[in-house]
């Protein structure tokens, strides 16, 4: 029997997403939120929706859920596909595939059983007094302690663990120079090396824009994102969602893009996210032509310094089990995924469109 004492509210509009008031009060919730992730920040969706506002047909379906004084924050979005994906209706966090971490803001919850009744109860709702007309729910991103615990409810194996997410514990630094002598003794020799080899080539200077420093970031742009392009040409970038990362991210202080010039010449760019206690490594890239110095290795080492000196106490790589990620960390969390969909004649028979779709494509492209 479900919990009927949660309550359920959505919002349905852009409008009512963006109204002050409500803006006013998601930044509170976020902010009072101990252990809440920068990518439901209204800064990050408002960039993210407004990229892909004129590209796709998606509509908000915010859930506020409450249970007495617990509030449950889910800013979900309804993606009505185009022919060749069927007309498929699919169901998925603000942010999908071009952020990290979907898992819901939760205000004044203590221990595992709020987030324990909420997704028997969610499910429930979706099933039976949603407004959303979905055909499937693809909610991916879910850190380790937002899964319903092992002896609860997982709706009928819906649960699956997608990846592991290292992260770097920064709470016994105390100032910047202390970190790399943690490190194991072959990367921290090598470090040492490339920068006694960038030295000769000439001084290295490390930049972190701001939002006083936002044109200048505006002007880094381009030849960070040629870079990136060149280094993985098969990497989608949404026309204008870097620059308006940039643009909302930078004066809501949750953007963290830093750059290694080397005697005056852009070498390294890392484009991360900051928030709370933590920064997010996002999109490192580096000029190819000075590989043999290593400068993302070592704009790397100069980010995590500045964590530090800023007082964060995780550095976060994110998604991804890189193997050059093991060598600065052993710790990691990991990332599950909650799928299900609707029982409804017309869903099933999309869904079983779009599967059958992807098959023949795949089938297709490895003649």
Not at 124 to 133: A, D, M, Q, R
Not at 145 to 154: A, D, G
Request: net charge positive; proline share 6%.
């Amino acid at each position: 029997n479900q919990n009927n004492n949660w309550k359920f509210n959505w919002l349905t509009s852009w409008d009512e997403v963006w109204q002050p008031d409500f803006v006013k009060q998601w930044q509170a919730w976020i902010d009072k939120s101990p252990s809440a992730h920068v990518f439901f920040h209204p800064a990050l969706v408002k960039a993210w929706v407004d990229t892909y506002l004129p590209l796709r047909d998606i509509k908000p379906y915010f859930l506020i859920a409450e249970l007495e004084e617990s509030i449950v924050f889910l800013p979900l979005v309804l993606w009505r596909r185009n022919w060749k994906n069927a007309f498929q209706r699919l169901l998925i966090p603000v942010g999908y595939s071009d952020y990290d971490y979907h898992d819901p803001i939760m205000v004044n919850s203590h221990g595992t059983s709020v987030i324990d009744s909420f997704w028997p109860q969610f499910a429930y709702e979706l099933s039976n007094h949603s407004p959303v007309k979905y055909d499937t729910l693809h909610l991916d991103g879910i850190r380790e302690k937002y899964v319903p615990n092992e002896n609860s409810l997982k709706f009928d194996n819906k649960w699956t663990q997608i990846d592991i997410c290292p992260w770097i514990d920064l709470k016994s630094f105390k100032k910047p120079e202390d970190f790399l002598p943690s490190l194991k003794t072959s990367l921290r020799q090598d470090l040492r090396r490339q920068q006694r080899r960038m030295s000769e080539i000439g001084d290295a200077q490390f930049t972190v824009f701001n939002k006083d420093t936002i044109s200048k970031a505006l002007m880094e742009l381009p030849a960070f994102l040629a870079a990136h392009a060149k280094r993985w040409p098969m990497s989608y970038k949404a026309p204008s969602f870097h620059e308006k990362l940039i643009r909302f991210g930078l004066p809501a202080n949750v953007v963290h893009f830093s750059v290694l010039r080397i005697s005056g010449v852009p070498a390294a760019w890392h484009l991360s996210f900051i928030f709370k206690n933590c920064l997010y490594s996002y999109m490192p890239t580096h000029d190819t032509a000075l590989e043999n110095v290593s400068p993302s290795k070592v704009l790397l080492l100069k980010c995590i310094e500045d964590a530090i000196a800023r007082g964060l106490t995780v550095y976060d790589f994110m998604r991804g089990e890189e193997s050059y990620k093991s060598g600065w960390t052993d710790k990691s969390n990991k990332l599950w995924a909650l799928q299900f969909e609707r029982k409804h004649f017309l869903s099933s028979l999309r869904n079983s469109a779009v599967i059958h779709i992807k098959s023949r494509l795949k089938l297709l492209l490895s003649k």
